[in-house]
């Protein structure tokens, strides 16, 4: 028998590539061809998902003709609810064999593996999501070892299957180790660091193969199972740029938008005054994310860079404006450093270039690193150095370790490398975002966020 594995991952809600992506595999498709997806495939950053509760995702997985996707990070992101929606009302089989509830239970709709069968074969399809470790029990799961799970699985159904395939969000070189660890895998489709195969490799006689990310390409692997041996017979990943658009996509994505935005732009309140943006210079809507931080730990100071906000807040707050101007699923957070790397980051922020550099990082969907905001302290400077800081009135000292709220980008050094040496460092569950949605409706932050922090000597 011949088989036609087509398959993406990673597509992180690039709706438009994905959108060309399916007209790919509408072509490629035939009676023996099974089409899987690694996981990721739903960013929430997407408006279209997140006014949908993720259902926008499943609407055009199941359009496209998918038989199984695996859990990525990002499907974990917006909430267990919002998961056990999407995998509830999905004809799709969501799999992961190594993710529970943080109570050792299993999440509602989530399967640990499935079995498709293609002209009397007998397709065994598991999947496994990634550890984010100190991220499990703050977004309320936990993450059993991955190898140890799918051989759990794997051993569950021996003798039900002819063919055994992962999809597996763990990384490729993980899948490497796997596929010399576990020899019952016939197939391994990679997920999770991005990384492109021109074509599959063959490891301990296991095939892996990896599409890259974004919905740029689309991987296919032609495979014969003959006489009881598995055959490569071709592999390539095929670019999506010039392909057209799937009608049946894009309208699913019109409905979507449509629905998600009458969600969405209900009015919450009114902003006491106009809350400005830029890049570049201090600004009041930044100034009150770092005191809405503030307020939030018990700390010292907080530190937040202007580049987690794309724009302002003028009339209303909504929903749909503050995942506009905050895409980032970012976690407000604490942690604590020494004055030291405080001052270098300050004065680094007084750099335009480092303000302006590309916000790269886990977990950013801005554009700008942005200049660092303080809340709990003031920094007098010249137009390239800091001269002295203050944090509650005293003198910041080298030495001394002070107790900071922040973000995890900062957290990690992104933009302001400095930050990185830091330690006991924690999390809270909700996002940035709804730092702005709870501080901007206090009139006295409001009238704080215009107090400057930053004066010129």
Known sequence: ????????????????????????????????????????????????????????????????????????????????ETLENMAMNSPIPFLSCNLLKANGEPFKGVKSSTIIHKNGFRILITGASPDLQEFNDLMGFQILDYKEALRTEINKHRNEYDLC??????????????????????????????VLYEEAKIVNET???????????????????LDGRLELLASSSIPTLKAEKDAEIQTILSKSKEEAITTLSKPLYDVEAPLWHDVLEENPLTNLIADGLKDRFECDLAIINSGIANGGLVHFVSNKKLIEICPSPLNPTYFEIQGKNIQ????????????????????????????????GAEVIHTHNKVMLVSINGESLEDEKWYRVA??????????????????????????????????????EFIKRAFKKRWLNH
Not at 42 to 66: C, H, P, W
Not at 408 to 417: Q, V
């Open 1 to 80: 028998m011949k088989l036609n594995i087509i398959h993406t991952n990673d597509v992180h809600s690039h709706f438009e590539n994905f959108s060309r992506a399916t007209s790919l595999i509408r072509h490629y498709s035939d009676d023996n061809t099974l089409l899987l997806d690694g996981g990721d495939f739903a960013d929430f950053k997407s408006i279209e998902l997140q006014g949908t509760r993720g259902i926008a995702a499943v609407n055009m997985l199941a359009s496209a003709g998918y038989e199984a996707i695996t859990i990525g990070n990002n499907e974990l992101f917006n909430g267990n």
């Open 165 to 194: 395939i992962v999809l597996n969000h763990i990384g490729t070189e993980a899948d490497i180790e796997l596929a010399e660890a576990i020899d019952e895998i016939d197939v391994i489709l990679s997920a999770h660091d991005h």
């Open 207 to 225: 095939i892996l193969n990896s599409a890259g990310m974004y919905g740029e390409h689309v991987g296919i692997v032609e495979l014969e199972f």
């Open 344 to 375: 270098a980051a300050l004065e680094s922020s007084l750099d335009s270039s480092v303000c302006m550099a590309d916000g790269k990082g886990p977990g950013f969907r801005g554009k700008y690193v942005g200049r660092l905001h303080v809340s």
């Open 406 to 443: 922040s973000s995890d980008y900062l957290l990690r050094g992104s933009g302001y490398p400095a930050l990185a040496n830091n330690r006991n460092f924690s999390y809270q569950p909700d996002e940035i975002k709804d730092v702005i949605r709870e501080y901007a409706e206090k009139d």
